[in-house]
Nanobody
Framework: QVQLVESGGGLVQAGDSLRLSCVASGRPFSWYAMAWFRQPPGKEREFVAGVSRSGGMSTYAESVKGRFTISRDDAESTVYLQMNSLKLEDTAVYYC???????????????????WGQGSQVTVSS
């Protein structure tokens, strides 16, 4: 099995920045398309950002576009989510996800990924 472990979450104030990390073990990291999803309290899980296997394409939810940046470091088997200008509505449990088959933005936003991390809580306060 592939294991994904998120880290970097925490409590921050609105306007602050935070970087989440997700470290993968198992198959070569470069084989996977990677994504971040989040689940706000009482709501369904939603897509946040995704990056292709090549690293040449990324896509974002409209709610985070211009504020969040997804990146990957294949040598470290890690995907990052840099979150800037955080808002109260960004409060959620953030999950990283990996999939061997997805190669387009259209497929990346779909939640049926093969592997999931356990989640990392991000809480934004005023």
């Amino acid at each position: 099995q592939v294991q994904l472990v998120e880290s970097g979450g925490g409590l921050v104030q609105a306007g602050d920045s935070l970087r989440l990390s997700c470290v993968a073990s198992g198959r070569p990291f470069s084989w996977y398309a990677m994504a971040w999803f989040r689940q706000p309290p009482g709501k369904e899980r939603e897509f946040v950002a995704g990056v292709s296997r090549s690293g040449g394409m990324s896509t974002y939810a409209e709610s985070v576009k211009g504020r969040f940046t997804i990146s990957r470091d294949d040598a470290e088997s890690t995907v990052y989510l840099q979150m800037n200008s955080l808002k109260l509505e960004d409060t959620a449990v953030y999950y990283c996800a990996a999939d061997l088959s997805r190669s387009s933005a259209e497929t990346m936003v779909r939640p049926e990924y093969q592997y999931w991390g356990q989640g990392s809580q991000v809480t934004v306060s005023s």
